[in-house]
Nanobody, 124 residues
Framework: QAKLVESGGGSMQAGGSLRLSCTAS????????MSWFRQAPGNDREFVAG????????NYADSVKGRSTISRDNAKNAVYLEMNNLKPEDTAVYYC?????????????????WGQGTQVTVSS
């Protein structure tokens, strides 16, 4: 049974940093493209960052590009999202997502598994 568990959310100040973690179980982790999505109240769930199952390619939404880094540790079945220079508009529930051998990490439709989400609140 596949399970994704996020951690690292909380309340932060604008200009600060965060590091979210997602640990996977029940899947062959190194065969999954992993992504982070987020959803703010009243908004659709949107892509934040993705890392291909090969680990060689990453992709970022324009809103976080240049201040975010996604990485993975296949030995730990984990994917991470580091984000700097946080802004109040980064406030959302952040979700980890897994797509088997995926090539479109930004596509919600292709996600096989979702985590339960972790709340990030950025105050000014």
């Amino acid at each position: 049974q596949a399970k994704l568990v996020e951690s690292g959310g909380g309340s932060m100040q604008a200009g600060g940093s965060l590091r979210l973690s997602c640990t996977a179980s029940g899947i062959t982790f190194n065969r999954y493209t992993m992504s982070w999505f987020r959803q703010a109240p009243g908004n659709d769930r949107e892509f934040v960052a993705g890392i291909w199952w090969t680990g060689k390619t990453t992709n970022y939404a324009d809103s976080v590009k240049g201040r975010s880094t996604i990485s993975r540790d296949n030995a730990k079945n984990a994917v991470y999202l580091e984000m700097n220079n946080l802004k109040p508009e980064d406030t959302a529930v952040y979700y980890c997502a897994a797509d088997h051998l995926g090539n479109r990490p930004w596509s919600r439709a292709e996600v096989d598994y979702w985590g339960q989400g972790t709340q990030v609140t950025v105050s000014s």
